[in-house]
Structure formats: C-alpha cells, structure tokens
C-alpha cells in the first residue's frame, strides 16, 4: 500500500513538468539576456553638527502665553476669599439642578438638588453656589441665574454669568 501511495506520488509530479508554456518562457529569456542590473550608489550621508538646547528656561511654545497685565496685578475684581463658604459652593455648578421656584412676597426662593445622597436646598437671591464663587443674581420663574467669578488665561478676574434651568416634567 505504502509502495502504491509513493508510485503515484512521483507519477504526479512528474506530470507538473511537462512542456506547457514553453513559448513565454523561452519569450521570458530573450528578454532579459540583455538586462544588467545597475544600482547607483548612495549618497554620502553627512552628520549634522550638535546643536546646544538653550530654550529650557522659556515659555514652551505648546501651552497658551500667559501676558500679565497691570490690571492683573491690582484684582480689583478678586472674589472676597475671606468669607465663609456656603454649603452649595462644594459642588461643581454642573451637578446643581433647579427643581422648583417659589415666588411668593417679595422674596423669590429657588430648591437646588444635589448630587445624592443629599436632600435639596432652598437658596435666595444674594446666596453662593458652585465651586467658581457663583453668586445668585436672580430667580425667575425659569431658573436661576448665576455670576460665577473665574481667571481668564492672563490671571485677571472675570465675572460670567451662567442660567440654571428649572427641570421640566421628566428631568429635562
């Protein structure tokens, strides 16, 4: 059996040498008997003199210049951080939420949710939120509005104002 397997193993073979395609390959033959590789050379490389890195002490040039201006140095916008702070001014403004507003007398209150397990907070106009020396400013019947104090990128003290929205019915 084994004789049987290796006979018509060479038969094989042998079959895959037969003269079929003669005529390209004789073609193939003809026309590369005159083709010479040539290579051209390489050129010299040459070495770049070091260069001393002498700009460690600068500004890098990938984070934004910082220009500082009399009126940075004055603050005469600089939050009072002598105060005490209120319980609302631990959160980021982002993760209060105005879930109602009551507008009753002369006095409007607004209900801050906090981020859980915390239990809303009613606020007045006047009171601080967030974490930016936010200042309630004003409520409406819309939501809340906040002064939120902030550096800008020359060190100088800016007043923002941002809206708390009330939720509507389904949490948006």
Not at 26 to 35: A, H, L, N, V
Not at 62 to 71: E, L, P, Q, R
Request: aromatic residues 6%; charged residues 25%.
């Amino acid at each position: 059996m084994r004789l049987l397997l290796i006979l018509s193993g060479c038969l094989f073979l042998l079959g895959c040498t037969s003269e079929e395609h003669q005529d390209i390959k004789e073609w193939m033959q003809e026309q590369t008997k005159d083709m010479h590789g040539r290579v051209s050379r390489l050129p010299e490389i040459k070495p770049f003199p070091p260069v001393a890195y002498e700009a460690e002490a600068m500004l890098s040039p990938f984070v934004a210049g910082k220009i500082v201006t009399i009126d940075a140095t004055i603050d005469k916008t600089a939050p009072d951080r002598n105060r005490p702070l209120q319980p609302l001014e631990s959160f980021p403004l982002e993760d209060l939420k105005v879930v109602g507003v009551i507008l009753s007398g002369s006095k409007p209150y607004a209900l801050i949710q906090t981020p859980p397990p915390n239990k809303p907070k009613n606020v007045l106009v006047g009171e601080y939120m967030g974490q930016n020396f936010g200042k309630i400013v004003a409520i409406t019947k819309d939501g809340v509005t906040v002064r939120e104090t902030v550096r800008d990128i020359n060190g100088v003290w800016i007043e923002q104002e941002k809206t708390l929205s009330v939720l509507k019915e389904g949490g948006s």
